[in-house]
Nanobody, 123 residues
Framework: VQLQASGGGLVQAGGSLALSCAASGRTFSIYTMGWFRQAPGKEREFVGAIIWSSGTTYYAESVKGRFTISRDVPKSTLYLQMNTLKPEDTALYSC?????????????????WGQGTLVTVSS
C-alpha cells in the first residue's frame, strides 16, 4: 500500500484546511486509516482514524468537534477536514494505513505511511 498526502499549508487561527491522502496498491486490504501529527520537538500524536469498511471514526480529544475524518472508498482516498484551527495544531500531518483490527491510536500499529504534509497555523 502506498500513501500520498496533500493539502497542507499556512492558515490563520480560526481558519480551515483540508488534507487528503490517496492510497494505491493493495487498498482492498486496508482495515483502518489514520491521521497523526508531529509538532517540532514533540512526539507523533494521534489525530483520528476511520474504519475503512464501516466509516466509523475516532478522534483525539484535542481535535474532537473541530476535525472531521472521512473517506471515499472508490477513490481510495482519506480526508481530514480541519476547522477552527489553532496555533497548537501546527505540525507535520501524516496518514497511515493498517491492515488489521485492533488499536487505532498507536502509530506503531500502522504498517504504511505517507510522506506527511505541513500545516502551519498563525496566530
Amino acid at each position: 500500500v502506498q500513501l500520498q498526502a496533500s493539502g497542507g499549508g499556512l492558515v490563520q487561527a480560526g481558519g480551515s484546511l483540508a488534507l487528503s491522502c490517496a492510497a494505491s496498491g493493495r487498498t482492498f486490504s486496508i482495515y483502518t486509516m489514520g491521521w497523526f501529527r508531529q509538532a517540532p520537538g514533540k512526539e507523533r500524536e494521534f489525530v483520528g482514524a476511520i474504519i475503512w469498511s464501516s466509516g466509523t471514526t475516532y478522534y483525539a480529544e484535542s481535535v474532537k468537534g473541530r476535525f472531521t475524518i472521512s473517506r471515499d472508498v472508490p477513490k481510495s482516498t482519506l480526508y481530514l477536514q480541519m476547522n477552527t484551527l489553532k496555533p497548537e495544531d501546527t505540525a507535520l500531518y501524516s496518514c497511515g494505513a493498517k491492515l488489521t483490527d485492533g488499536t487505532y491510536s498507536y502509530s506503531r500499529a500502522y504498517a504504511y505511511w505517507g510522506q506527511g504534509t505541513l500545516v502551519t497555523v498563525s496566530s
